[in-house]
């Protein structure tokens, strides 16, 4: 099994910046990628964005040029690094890890993000 704990999560004005992080512990050596989703009130859980073992990362359209996703080995965690914020970014992020065998994942509880205009 795997823990995920997202902190940095908080409340910021339009155009701020902010940094999650996600520390995994537990079997780490099967993780095969770590990624953000996030969950608006009212809304769907959406993917944010997503870095593989080997580094490779993926975005959504509605982060890209503002979010990136990076990863520290060493500490076992990744991070979400936010920029030019907007309200629409409001949700609950969540941290995943998706395992090799690719039918398993975990979720960490989720940090709070919030933009205010």
């Known amino acids: 099994q795997v823990q995920l704990a997202e902190s940095g999560g908080g409340l910021v004005q339009a155009g701020e ?35 593989t073992r080997v580094g490779g990362t993926s975005y959504a359209d509605s982060v890209k040029g503002r979010f990136t996703i990076s990863r520290d080995n060493a500490k076992n965690t990744v991070y979400l690094q936010m920029s030019r914020l907007k309200p629409e970014d409001t949700a609950i992020y969540y941290c995943k ?21």
Request: hydrophobic residues 40%; glycine residues 10%.
């Open 17 to 51: 910046s902010l940094r999650l992080s996600c520390a995994a512990s537990g079997s780490i050596f099967s993780v095969n990628a770590m990624g953000w989703f996030r969950q608006a009130p009212g809304k769907q859980r959406e993917f944010v964005a997503t870095i």
């Open 97 to 117: 890890a998706q395992m090799s065998s690719g039918s398993t994942s975990y979720w960490g509880q989720g940090t709070q993000v919030t933009v205010s205009s």
